[in-house]
T-cell receptor, first 113, second 111 residues
């Protein structure tokens, strides 16, 4: 089955700096890669996603890149703000009929003013 | 539009007691359904997923079970809770090739 690894587990950045979170996946058949943001005590919410036929996707201050050959994908947050502080999860979904979504272990991002 | 309901929001149960958490989805048909557990400060562990009525796949052997008696209803159960069952339980739904949408979660404390 799919195995997703995520690094780093914690990330502290100064407000205005960039944050990068990296994930690797094991199943080369995986074709969908969402990123979720989870604030304390709340449900995870989708912030951006990318499919395997695309190498990069951007939405305002966040971007995701995908390298299918190396089986890794990354989340980039530019001009970080205190409200970006949260736990971020990457995930990968296989192409089989089950469509099972496996998550990375999460990255605690702390943006200090 | 689709909505997902999960209840209760919080639950305190004694060790050895049974558990039943319910999740329902509205506005969609034949969704994939999932139960995840999140221990404090940890990641999302996939417990069960289902692609149809009566079709349940277990990811982690444990004293929990899941059932899908109706297309848009997913139930997580236990006959006897353990202290280690404490955590934040999240139900989610998706179509095959889309993102998962999460319910509000149930914070379970086993005492």
């Amino acid at each position: 089955g799919e195995n997703v690894e995520q690094h780093p587990s914690t990330l502290s950045v100064q407000e205005g700096d960039s944050a990068v979170i990296k994930c690797t996946y094991s199943d080369s058949a995986s074709n969908y890669f969402p990123w979720y943001k989870q604030e304390l005590g709340k449900r995870p919410q989708l912030i951006i996603d990318i499919r395997s036929n695309v190498g990069e996707k951007k939405d305002q201050r966040i971007a995701v890149t995908l390298n299918k050959t190396a089986k890794h994908f990354s989340l980039h947050i530019t001009e970080t703000q205190p409200e970006d502080s949260a736990v971020y999860f990457c995930a990968a979904k296989g192409a089989d009929s089950w469509g099972k979504l496996q998550f990375g272990a999460g990255t605690q991002v702390v943006v200090t003013p | 539009s689709q909505t997902i309901h999960q209840w209760p929001a919080t639950l305190v149960q004694p060790v050895g007691s049974p558990l039943s958490l319910e999740c329902t989805v509205e506005g969609t048909s034949n969704p994939n359904l999932y139960w995840y557990r999140q221990a404090a400060g940890r990641g999302l562990q996939l417990l069960f997923y289902s692609v149809g009525i009566g079709q349940i796949s277990s990811e982690v052997p444990q004293n929990l079970s899941a059932s899908r008696p109706q297309d848009r209803q997913f139930i997580l159960s236990s006959k006897k809770l353990l202290l280690s069952d404490s955590g934040f339980y999240l139900c989610a739904w998706s179509y095959r090739n889309t993102e998962a949408f999460f319910g509000q979660g149930t914070r379970l404390t086993v005492v």
